[in-house]
């Protein structure tokens, strides 16, 4: 597509449900990005793809959460018991040059997720 | 954890003043970017400027970077209501991850 697409663009969600949040990144790109933004902050990262693998997860809170790209493009970001602490607005990013660091992302608009 | 720290938190400037914001960050860098947010959602690519590069220019965008004090400076010339959102630095090291920081809010009258 034109830009890198976030389903849904908000999300609410009950406390201790599972939730599943979907980027869909710019045609060809192969680095694919998720980041987190809380209210007041900036984004803070959370795991990089190259290709279908997780090159860092290091950013990932703890085990409730979990992403996949099974097929290289779409990615999908999991929570599982979601807390309240997990409202924010998660953002996904893709790049066409994941091996050279000095390019810019497109970030997509976001998914606003609200655990009540 | 956020490297980049914005200054001033919060700007109000009317249209057709110059807006600066300032960048300080803590470790060695790779980059330096500037990205703009509007209404709090997706996140828009302005302007990248290498650790070797003193100074940039993208339309009405100015960037400098002193890696001696650690700060970059993002410089608006004649603003326009439009331009009101929040910006954001981001450095990007040895890794791939960006580290952004709480950002500047611009808010441009007519």
């Known amino acids: 597509g034109a830009g890198v697409s976030q389903t849904p663009s908000n999300k609410v969600t009950e406390k201790g449900k599972y939730v599943e949040l979907r980027c869909d990144p710019i045609?060809?790109?192969?680095?694919l990005y998720w980041y987190r933004q809380s209210l007041g902050q900036g984004p803070e990262f959370l795991i990089y793809?190259?290709?279908?693998?997780?090159?860092?997860d290091s950013g990932l809170p703890n085990d409730r959460f979990f992403a996949v790209r099974p097929e290289g493009s779409v990615s999908t970001l999991k929570i599982q018991r979601t807390e309240r602490g997990d409202s924010a607005v998660y953002l996904c990013?893709?790049?066409?040059?994941?091996?050279?660091?000095?390019?810019?992302?497109?970030f997509g608009s976001g998914t606003r997720l609200t655990v009540v | 954890s956020q490297q980049g720290e914005e200054d001033p938190q919060a700007l109000s400037i009317q249209e057709g003043e110059n807006a600066t914001m300032n960048c300080s960050y803590k470790?060695?860098?790779?980059?330096l970017q500037w990205y703009r947010q509007n209404s709090g959602r997706g996140l828009v690519h302005l302007i990248l400027?290498?650790?070797?590069?003193r100074e940039k220019h993208s339309g009405r965008l100015r960037v400098t970077l002193d890696t001696s004090k650690k700060s970059s400076s993002l410089l608006i010339t004649a603003s326009r209501a439009a331009d009101t959102a929040s910006y954001f630095c981001?450095?990007?090291?040895?890794?791939?991850?960006?580290?952004f920081g709480k950002g500047t809010s611009l808010l441009v009258t007519p």
């Open positions: 981001a450095t990007q090291n040895s890794g791939y991850a960006l580290n």
């Open positions: 793809f190259q290709g279908t693998g997780a090159a860092d």
């Open positions: 400027i290498r650790s070797n590069e």
């Open positions: 045609s060809g790109h192969t680095a």
């Open positions: 470790t060695s860098i790779n980059n």
């Open positions: 990013a893709s790049s066409s040059q994941g091996q050279n660091i000095n390019y810019g992302y497109t």
